[in-house]
């Protein structure tokens, strides 16, 4: 099993604390924020390999979401991440995004070294 800490860049952490003071957030709700991002970004990805975008979610997960469908589909779940913040924790739309534009980045970088490990199994 591959640990959570392997796939955050050195200066997430630093970041993840700068964003709690800047948006005097609580530590559970930054807690509560990662998982409903989390539960989000992968719920968006299973919806969209449902349809049948192979293809675009591939190049999401490789890091290549300036494609026009990749950018589309990054835009997307970016945005249906910053809703379901405002809506679920109800933070303003300021904070939701800064929290979207740090962990979606940093979850589809785990979500993909997890993909590439089960490959290779």
């Not at 200066?11 to 709690?20: A, G, R, T």
């Not at 970004?41 to 300036?66: A, C, I, S, T």
């Amino acid at each position: 099993m591959i640990h959570m800490r392997n796939f955050f860049p050195s200066i997430s952490p630093l970041k993840l604390m700068q964003l709690q003071r800047w948006s005097n957030l609580r530590q559970e709700q930054l807690s509560d924020a990662i998982y409903i991002t989390k539960d989000c970004v992968l719920g968006f990805l299973k919806r969209q390999l449902e349809k049948g975008n192979w293809k675009e979610v591939q190049d999401v997960l490789k890091g290549k979401p300036m494609t026009k469908a990749g950018k589309y589909f990054y835009n997307e779940m970016r945005g249906k991440v910053v809703s379901t913040l405002m809506l679920r924790l109800g933070l303003r739309r300021i904070v939701a995004i800064s929290i979207a534009l740090i962990l979606v980045p940093i979850i589809l970088a785990k979500v993909a070294g997890e993909a590439m490990s089960l490959v290779k199994k």
